[in-house]
């Protein structure tokens, strides 16, 4: 059983940057951040495994940077250069089954609320 809990959402202007924070209970393996804007479908962005081998989508790479802190059972997403094109809600996941990271929302089975995110030009 796993709980996750977003923060570090907010409104900033294009070339900003945020750090968001997932804070979790229970043990986790693979853990990803995905993200769904308004009408859209929900994306993967980022997937971490326990050895912080990671995977991002090709939107997001080399401008965000996930991480994460085992000890204090935290996961971190850095957005730099943000545009208006990553605002969304953010959302934290783990998976109960995958073995290396991945960007299919189908694969997750725990899910935090969300933190909106909302880059203006």
Wanted: aromatic residues 10%; glycine residues 12%; charged residues 20%.
């Amino acid at each position: 059983q796993v709980q996750l809990v977003e923060s570090g959402g907010g409104s900033v202007q294009a070339g900003g940057s945020l750090r968001l924070s997932c804070a979790a209970s229970g043990d986790t393996n693979i853990m990803a951040w995905f993200r769904q804007g308004l009408g859209k479908q929900r994306e993967g962005v980022a997937s971490i495994g326990r050895d912080d081998r990671a995977l991002y989508a090709d939107s997001v790479k080399g401008r965000f940077t996930i991480s994460r802190d085992n000890a204090k059972k935290t996961l971190y997403l850095q957005m730099n250069s943000l545009k208006p094109e990553d605002t969304a809600v953010y959302y934290c996941a783990a998976s109960r089954f995958l073995a290396v990271p991945g960007l299919v929302p189908n694969y997750y089975h725990y899910w935090g609320q969300g933190t909106q995110v909302t880059i203006s030009s």
